[in-house]
């Protein structure tokens, strides 16, 4: 039975924000979820459960809504969890950082004195107030800068001496892109707002151990339900992301294939971990990733099949049966030896072999363009279909988000061929080939 590396833990059940594009839908059975993730936390279960998962678990990742919301309980039981778990090196954690930034400070200083060696926080801010405060809260923009002033000003007085790697997360619509393609001035504005930010953080720290990285490049809400329009306004931006010399993350994804086409036979290294070397678990079942916590919860699936479809997105694929696919066999028990064992043989096949992906991918983009929703081009150029069959495969990688929209982990949505299909994968290549050629 394979062991894990890394594992991505259930630790709050709830949060105080309603974001525009938020994966999870939201009910009030998610406050009950909580309470009992809670009341597992104090009473030291958690840390009882983790036993039950094999291998070494050098990374800890805390998951679920907004961690900081249970991080003071955690921080209580580093000692025991590092007992636990011997060869633990690195946490990591997402946070909205609209929560009093000592929380954080103090859970660093617990994980300081045990030995853990790094934390990673990531901070979910979308830019200035103009995105931000539309997608999450009005205010929230505000508040979130000042909270990371204080973050920077509490971890200069502390004597936390481990490596603390800060770094933003930030997600665009498609109606925050097509406001800034109408006023390019706001995209100046965006990276503007980042670049301040990250210069004023940096300035202001004292500490040496404190790596602040500014991961300005966005990314999308994936997978939406795009359509080839949606394309065509990405397009126009990744444009002018070009002609402004702005980075993108794409094309740093696409850059990586290219860098490493001559090792395309390790296909795990071009896949996402979930269900490879990591795994989710929330303190009953294993999971491919966190991307599936809560669906194991029978009443929580109930509340969500009551909400209205135009709440979130997500909920169509409540009504139209995915969930029970996962729930059936996507989330296993850790005793359950020959379930869990059929489990790792079935992302055994999505981490270890490309056919399938690629070939139906390929089908898919050759239909689209046929059909008119993607670029001719995919249908005049095999070589371009290929090349964004293995870009979907590889820079979007997420075998739980085909679960949910294809029900097969080898199939993505369509929704991401339409979105990348309808010129803006043209230009991620175009702008990929500069930047091998510069290099050269």
């Known amino acids: 039975m394979m062991g894990y590396e890394a594992m991505e833990l259930l630790t709050t059940g709830w949060c105080p924000l309603k974001c525009s594009y938020c994966y999870i839908p939201k009910t009030a059975q998610m406050k009950r979820l909580h309470l009992d993730i809670v009341r597992r936390i104090k009473g030291k279960k958690l840390l009882e459960e983790i036993t039950r998962v094999p291998g070494g678990k050098r990374h800890l990742g805390f998951w679920g809504t907004e961690p900081t919301l249970t991080l003071r309980f955690l921080g209580e039981q580093l000692a025991e969890l590092k007992e636990i778990c011997p060869d633990l090196k690195d946490l990591s954690f997402s946070t909205n950082m609209l929560i009093d930034p000592k929380i954080i400070v103090d859970f660093l200083a617990s994980a300081d004195k045990v030995g853990i060696e790094s934390v990673k926080v990531q901070v979910s801010i979308d830019g200035p107030a103009f995105i931000t405060d539309v997608n999450r809260a009005p205010g929230a923009t505000e508040k979130i800068v000042e909270n990371l002033h204080k973050f920077v000003e509490l971890l200069n007085e502390s004597e936390v001496n481990l490596k603390v790697v800060l770094h933003w997360k930030a997600t665009l619509t498609i109606n925050n892109i097509r406001e800034m393609n109408e006023h390019p001035e706001l995209i100046h504005e965006y990276f503007h707002f980042f670049n301040k930010l990250t210069s004023e953080l940096a300035q202001k720290s004292k500490k040496q151990n404190l790596e602040i990285q500014n991961s300005s490049g966005p990314t999308l809400v994936v997978p939406g339900k795009y359509?080839?329009?949606?394309?065509?306004?990405?397009?126009?931006?990744?444009?002018?992301?070009?002609?402004?010399?702005y980075p993108n993350a794409y094309v740093y994804r696409a850059l990586r294939v290219f860098k490493y086409r001559d090792e395309?036979?390790?296909?795990?290294?071009?896949?996402?971990?979930?269900?490879?070397?990591?795994?989710?678990?929330?303190?009953?079942?294993?999971?491919?990733?966190?991307?599936?916590?809560?669906?194991?919860?029978?009443?929580?699936?109930?509340?969500?099949?009551?909400?209205?479809?135009?709440?979130?997105?997500?909920?169509?694929?409540?009504?139209?049966?995915?969930?029970?696919?996962?729930?059936?066999?996507?989330?296993?028990?850790?005793?359950d030896e020959m379930n869990l064992a059929r489990f790792q043989y079935v992302m055994r096949g999505y981490h270890d072999f490309w056919k399938m992906k690629l070939a139906s991918t390929y089908a898919m983009i050759k239909e689209l363009a046929l059909a008119g929703q993607a670029s001719k081009i995919y249908l005049e150029n095999d070589k371009m279909a290929e090349m964004l069959a293995l870009f979907i495969n590889t820079a979007l990688s997420c075998p739980m988000e085909n679960l949910l929209n294809t029900g097969s982990i080898h199939i993505p949505p369509i929704s991401l061929i339409r979105l990348f299909g309808n010129g803006a994968f043209e230009i991620i290549i175009d702008e990929a080939r500069k930047n091998v050629s510069r290099r050269k």
């Not at 990405?234 to 002018?240: D, G, Q, V």
């Not at 070397?277 to 079942?285: A, C, L, R, Y």
Request: net charge negative; glycine share 6%.
């Open 227 to 245: 359509t080839s329009e949606d394309g065509r306004v990405l397009a126009k931006f990744f444009k002018l992301l070009a002609i402004h010399k």
């Open 264 to 335: 395309l036979y390790k296909t795990r290294m071009f896949t996402c971990s979930g269900g490879d070397s990591n795994i989710g678990f929330d303190g009953e079942h294993i999971h491919i990733c966190h991307r599936s916590f809560y669906l194991d919860r029978d009443e929580y699936v109930e509340s969500v099949l009551e909400m209205p479809e135009y709440q979130n997105w997500d909920v169509s694929h409540f009504k139209r049966g995915s969930i029970k696919n996962i729930q059936k066999y996507y989330i296993v028990e850790p005793e």
